[in-house]
């Protein structure tokens, strides 16, 4: 572009940091995950890292933290090391460029209660961060990918209805995601807004298209009266079993 | 009377030519026999079918609409009720073509420049700078925002018109710039909420040098669109500067 003139070419830009979104994968790792349902669990993990790095925005853009269970533990993604970190949004997120998928092993049983609480806290201090520091910020998103199997008798109901408050209160996008077999029943009861689906075929790349979007700052009452995100035409919706 | 010299150009961003998603931007601007002179600006939602429809018709009709209530009103009366008749406009379309009027969501900046004021209103995340005559630069309006980045306000949702923005400053500044959100981070500092000069100086320096016309300006499109440009922002992207010759 040799032929643009002088004064524009002298332009000079602002700096400022990137908007952020934060995103925490809560992943199922118990015992039932054994087998076909782990395999496809590493797999998504993997076309995670590799559709979003090829979107340049949300490369950029995108703050990735992981939250396994059981037991409930958060992990350092930086170089696919998989350590375990204490559960602190300044330590926990890193932006989607530098994420290196870990290799989850199989653990022990399912608190998966515990582990969306502790996601839930993540998001919420992050955003805090942002603020404290003059970032601007998407809506944060959770994904939990499992087999729809928590323990008996755990408090996992109590949290799927937190998640449901948040949601409604726009304090988060909350994707559930079933690996095969997986029982999307118990899925279903964590969001209002998105039926669960099933991890196999799902084309992560093309929910980031909203972060490019712009949206109302007031919410709807009437559901489905404003169109607030992509269509959920993005994996097979199973909501029969 | 002043005289100034209008550039503008409005271009679709990276991502929206990637899915050949239509340019959602639209300005215009109209100089009346007054001498008096009108500059609007829209950007229609990325997540509404039909804004860029919306943001065409909201910018033309508020310029109609302006150019009839300033022969009657003062530009801080006029400048709500020419948003109420784009609503009306944006609403009778929604109509005509039986769609809910979402689909035509927009936001919309508009600013009157007479003999011896500036007034400008505006919903959603536009934003107009003035630089005045020492060389000065000052935010008129600021864009509104949600709590989120990509949120704000579309004249199109349920009593918008009670979130309008609006702004009057005395005396004439040296040179205004209307934009829509896609260069907001380009120009502003955005942890003060103040104009960037290294921005703007070239800008109005440009656009003193320009013809003025009614058309969008070539050289400032192909600026828009360069490597450069594109490699800070993928959307939508809009300028309109007006410099006293």
């Given at each position: 572009m040799s032929d643009i003139p002088l004064p524009l070419e002298d332009i000079e830009f602002a700096q400022n940091p990137e908007p952020r979104c934060p995103v925490v994968l809560v992943l199922d790792r118990s015992g039932s995950m054994i087998g076909q349902p782990m395999e496809e669990l590493n797999e998504g993990l993997r076309i995670f890292a590799e559709e979003i790095k090829q979107d340049t925005l949300a490369a950029l853009r995108v703050e990735v933290a992981v939250v396994i269970f059981g037991p409930v533990r958060v992990l350092d993604v930086r170089g696919g090391a998989a350590q375990e970190i204490p559960a602190d949004a300044s330590q926990a997120f890193i932006t989607a460029n530098e994420f290196e998928p870990p290799d989850i092993k199989l653990g022990g049983d399912t608190p998966m209660g515990e582990a969306v609480e502790t996601a839930l806290a993540l998001l919420r201090d992050r955003k805090e961060i942002y603020k404290a520091n003059g970032v601007d910020y998407f809506r944060p998103w959770m994904f939990l990918v499992t087999d729809g199997a928590p323990n008996?008798?755990?408090?996992?109901?109590?949290?799927?209805?937190?998640?449901?408050?948040?949601?409604?209160?726009?304090?988060?996008?909350f994707y559930g995601v079933g690996v095969q077999r997986a029982n999307l029943k118990n899925l279903a009861c964590f969001s209002d807004q998105r039926p669960p689906v099933r991890l196999k075929g799902l084309a992560f790349r093309d929910l980031f298209q909203w972060l490019s979007k712009s949206l109302s700052a007031v919410a709807q009452s009437k559901p489905g009266d404003q169109v607030a995100l992509p269509p959920v035409n993005w994996g097979s919706i199973d909501t029969s079993t | 009377m002043s005289t100034w010299n209008i550039v503008s150009a409005f271009i679709a961003g990276s991502l929206h030519q990637r899915r050949s998603q239509p340019c959602q931007d639209y300005a215009a601007h109209r100089l009346l026999p007054s001498g008096t002179l009108l500059l609007a600006c829209a950007d229609g939602a990325g997540s509404a079918e039909f804004s860029a429809d919306g943001a065409r018709l909201a910018v033309d009709t508020v310029l109609n609409e302006l150019e009839d209530l300033l022969l009657q009103e003062t530009p801080s009366a006029a400048l709500p009720l020419a948003f109420e008749k784009?609503?009306?406009?944006?609403?009778?379309?929604?109509?005509?073509?039986g769609l809910p009027l979402n689909v035509?969501?927009?936001?919309?900046?508009a600013v009157i420049l007479t003999a011896s004021e500036v007034t400008a209103a505006q919903l959603g995340d536009g934003c107009v700078i003035l630089q005045d005559t020492q060389d000065q630069f000052s935010p008129l309006l600021l864009p509104t925002r949600g709590e989120y980045a990509n949120e704000t306000y579309f004249i199109t949702m349920p009593g918008a018109l009670s979130h309008l923005q609006s702004a009057s400053q005395p005396g004439l500044p040296q040179a205004l710039v209307l934009m829509t959100d896609g260069l907001l981070r380009l120009a502003l500092d955005l942890s003060t909420q103040t104009p960037h000069p290294p921005f703007f100086r070239p800008l109005i320096e440009f656009a003193r040098q320009a013809p003025s016309r009614p058309a969008p300006n070539q050289d400032l499109a192909a600026w828009l669109d360069s490597d450069k440009v594109r490699s800070r922002t993928e959307d939508d992207k809009t300028l309109v500067i007006a410099v006293q010759a």
């Open positions: 008996p008798g755990s408090n996992w109901m109590e949290a799927a209805e937190h998640v449901k408050q948040e949601e409604s209160r726009k304090g988060v996008i | 784009a609503l009306a406009a944006l609403s009778a379309l929604a109509q005509e073509r035509f969501a927009t936001t919309l900046t």
